[in-house]
């Protein structure tokens, strides 16, 4: 054998070996590791109707299911408790400081954060005669990343992406008076789906943006644990 092939030969063997980046991540959070996990971020256009809570509490969720380690929920009202409890305040800390030491309060060794970074809507519409359609598609997109609490790098991080489409039906019972030669006391708009939101000139459906933050929830939180343990999750 030559010397260019054995050098060859013991740089592959040499790939064979080497840990993947992925398997580096596993060593870093063993199973058993203590997580805070600290609400998600909403901001402009995505802190329409509750959707950071709505968030938060999916990315919980997922994790409970599909993740081996122990996890503390750092929702606000159990943090104030929590802070009660051992006479402390994070007033004044900026929000990396505070989520570290929110983290320190359950004695985590990881904290996981996130934000919606974006929440969209597309919308069409159509109608016949007196019955008006209006199709709204939501789209999430959701960041997720997992920090060392005692070094404050980040170990690993994902971003998920949901969407969900509804249609509304609407009846126009104004015109449908007129027609029927009778009163109805005013003009009045009836719609098949109900609990609805104002966003962006238009009446949105909470359960399509629900939907839509859960899909996207649901894939940042595997992809997420797919590169911490390089396990493939179900889509």
Known sequence: MSMRSAALALLLALFAILPTAAEAAVAK???GAKIAVMPIGAYGDAAVYDAGRAASEYVM?????ESRYTLYDCDPEIVADRLDELGLSLAGLTENDAAMETA?????DYVVRGNILSLGNSHSSSGFLLVAQEQHTITAHISLRIVDVRTGAIVMASKGEGDS???ATNLDLQSASAIASYT???GHSVSLIFDDVA???HNVSTENLDRALRAA???AVRKLLTNIDGKQRDK
């Open 29 to 31: 959070i063993p199973a």
């Open 61 to 65: 969720a997922v994790l409970r299911k």
């Open 104 to 108: 320190k309060l359950f004695d985590a």
């Open 165 to 167: 489409t509804a249609t």
């Open 184 to 186: 109805s006391g005013g």
């Open 199 to 201: 966003w962006g000139g």
């Open 217 to 219: 929830a649901v894939d």
